[in-house]
Every structure is written in C-alpha cells, then in structure tokens.
C-alpha cells in the first residue's frame, strides 16, 4: 500500500472533515488548543496539514509582542513546538510513538509581521530512537527568522496485554 492508500489517523481524519467548512481550520485548531491549552496563548491558526507537513499561522498583535513590538521568540517558539506536534500526531505510524526531548532554534531576524510556523520531516524518519525535526518560521516576505529541530524519542509502543 502506498503512502496516499494508507487509511489517514484520527487527527489527519479530523482535519479532513474540517478543513472543507466554513470556520473549519479555526474549528480543527481551537480542537488541538483544548487539548494543549498552553498552545493557545499566542492565538495559532494551523493552516496546513498533511502528512509529514504542518504550518501554523501566528499573526502580529499586542499579546505575542516583545519590548521592540516585534513577535517574540518564545510564542515563535511556541507556534514552532505546536506545528511539530500537530505534524507527529497527524504521521507517526501507529505502532510507534514520541515524546519530545529537547529543542535548539537561532533567531536570524526581526519577526516584524505575522509568522508562519513549518514542521517537516520525511517517512524514512520514523524509526525509534532520537528524530530530529527541522522547524522554521518566515515572516511575510518568506524570511526566515527562527530555524532549528526538535529532538523528538521515538519508540515502540508496547504490546497490549
């Protein structure tokens, strides 16, 4: 079976049925914020969801500033960590699951406008043991203004008795 036959998990199904909707991106986020609330606090809208793939929209308002009004690193960070997060739940194979271990961005720029959040990795990456996620966030002129990884662990779920 190929990659396009596989049967999409709960939250790829989900957001299929969404999406087509009026509201429906806004529906499927206020979703993943409720059972994340923390995720919530910088107002993220994910944008777009596939497989291996996720992008969460963080707009430039008061609540996500810094001292210089620009968007500040720790909600960047924060829309980074949730689009990976979206992205392993939405692909991971079943019989695998992840945690995360760590993460480590460089802020190369001024986050002076709305801020788009990638996650993305490939499906050879789905193996136990450490996974790197490469996250990056562009501001509206497609400038890169944090890159990095989350460290994902992955392993083996156990056997059920």
Known sequence: MTTSQVKPNKVMA??????PLPFGRRFFTLM??????????MGPLITNLRVNHCECLIK????????????????????????MGVMAEASIPKHLRWIPKGMSVD???????DIRCIAQVTPEQWT????????????DQGTIVVQGHIKLWITEKPNKA
């Not at 989900?14 to 999406?19: F, S, V």
């Not at 914020?33 to 923390?38: E, G, I, L, S, V």
């Open 32 to 41: 993943i914020t409720r059972m994340a609330p923390y995720f919530g606090s």
């Open 107 to 113: 802020y190369t720029a001024k986050a002076g406008s």
């Open 128 to 139: 136990p043991g450490d996974m790197l996620v490469p996250v990056t966030a562009y501001d």
């Open 14 to 19: 989900l957001y299929n049925k969404l999406t």
């Open 60 to 83: 430039k308002r008061r609540k996500v500033f810094n001292h210089i009004k620009t968007v500040h690193v720790i909600a960047i960070c924060n829309g980074l960590e949730m689009a």
